[in-house]
């Protein structure tokens, strides 16, 4: 039985969003996009993704803090 690949993307421009997603779908990812980090924490929280890609540069909260908050 295959394994699902979850991967959780997190940009606040919707288009880099749709240019990740649309990568990472032909590597077989399920790709679940946030467009702020709220968003992305919740999601990362229920779906535990394989994969978190952040862009750095964040409204509030930025990409570092995000994986920091992750990781605790």
């Known amino acids: ?40 924490l919740e999601l990362v929280k229920k779906e535990k993704p394989a994969l978190l890609i952040s862009d750095i540069l964040q409204p509030r909260i930025d990409g570092i803090e995000l994986c920091q908050t992750i990781k605790q």
């Open 1 to 40: 039985m295959n394994k699902i690949l979850k991967a959780v993307v997190v940009d606040d421009d919707a288009k880099v969003l749709i240019l990740i997603e649309k990568a990472l779908t032909q590597f077989g990812f399920v790709v679940l996009c946030a467009i702020d980090v709220k968003t992305a």
